[in-house]
């Protein structure tokens, strides 16, 4: 599934917000499975998420929401993996909209039925957030190793069916983002209201595959004109959110509108998260829901403490008079890039690591003889135990089955 953060109508829009710890998030992310039957060479999960589990149940889950909820939280985004796995959903959804959430699913579209949104209806599901690979068949079931296209266009016309805002999602990078007009079409005959055109964010499957996903200058900047050209031409008839990546920024983005200030992420297994990516960082526990109050989680635990506030920058964040916008930005792609967490976010320009991410996307200019790229790693289960060390090596010669 597609990381979300970005989303219409989500609160981490609102990039002002930043509550202290005593207010308690305001928007919680359940990804109450990590079982998908999409193998999207982005997705956000952990790359070593088969050796998580079990699953929290439904009563731990209605457990956790409603203590989030008593703390101040308001939105709760439902994904996965892709949520639909679990046959509880109807029940979260309902239950989470008695205690006062704006409840959005995030879905491929893979296993909603009409007997399902009808009950996620009455249950008062207040968005579903569709996502695609691409506008072409061919390349949608690639990108996913699945033949899904036929059926998420038949999710989109039924989400429209039962009147909820049609909001698409669509993951952007190197193999798809010259479809940009094409997928801008395909929203327009849906009845979009929202698109999400979200460029990778290179974490997780992503990172495994940035070679191969980052785009060019060249082909971001005609995304970007294409899809000014479109919202001059539809105004306020579809919103479209375009996600820049963050290697073509010179400034970091707050990570979720800052550490422990505004969002809580609970994993399937029931680990609470200042962020989807913080449980690779070394050095830091984080509690999880089955062991602990929601209150001591979000203002006591060690781990959402950690990068709260100023306290931990090291320069040049300590002195940087921009510091209070992006807080020294992702504290997952600091560790990523260079090994130390507490580092400035290297998509910086003022960061003396910098060029740890020039580098990468001076090499997209010219990703090189196409004979020789890197095959894609899906994910799945085989390649999930194979990357964390489980299972055999994966071959660099082979290229995988789509």
Known sequence: MEKVGSAPNSIASAGNIAPSKM????????????KCPLHCVFCYNPIDYTQYGPELT?????????????????????????PLMRDDVE??????????????????GIGLT????????????????????DSTRELNDFLSSTK???????????????????????????????????????????GAEHVELANTQYYAWAMVNRDQLLPSREQLARAEEITNQFRARVGNRTKVYF?????????????????????????????ALPCHEARMLPGLTFPNVRDHDMRWIWQDSPGFNAYRGEGWMQEPCRSCPEKEKDLGGCRCQAFMLTGDAAN??????????????????????????????????FR???NSRKLSGKGEAIPADVTPVA
Request: some cysteine.
């Open 58 to 82: 439904t009563e731990d889950w209605l457990r956790a929401l409603r203590q989030a909820r008593e703390l101040g939280a308001v939105q709760l985004g439902i994904s996965g993996g892709e």
């Open 243 to 271: 996600v820049v990546p963050d290697y073509y920024a010179d400034r970091p983005k707050r990570c979720m509108n800052g550490w422990g200030t505004t969002f809580l992420n609970i994993t399937a297994d029931g680990l």
């Open 344 to 377: 400035t976010d290297p998509v910086c320009d003022l960061s003396p690591l910098h060029h740890l991410v020039t580098e990468v996307v001076d090499k997209a200019q010219n990703p090189g003889n196409p004979a020789k790229v890197q095959p894609v790693v």
């Open 91 to 108: 029940i979260m959804v309902a239950e989470s909209s008695k205690l006062g959430y704006y409840v959005n699913l995030i879905t491929s």
């Open 148 to 190: 899904t296209f036929e059926l998420k266009s038949k999710v989109a016309k039924l989400i429209k069916q039962y009147e909820y805002p049609m909001v698409l999602n669509v993951v952007l990078h190197r193999m798809n983002i010259d479809h940009i007009e094409q997928i801008l079409a395909m929203a327009e005959a849906m």
């Open 380 to 382: 799945d289960d085989r």
């Open 23 to 34: 207010n308690g998030p305001l928007w919680v992310n359940a990804e109450i499975t990590y």
């Open 114 to 133: 009409e007997k399902r949104i009808a009950a996620f209806k009455e249950g008062g599901l207040g968005q579903i957030q569709l996502s695609f690979q």
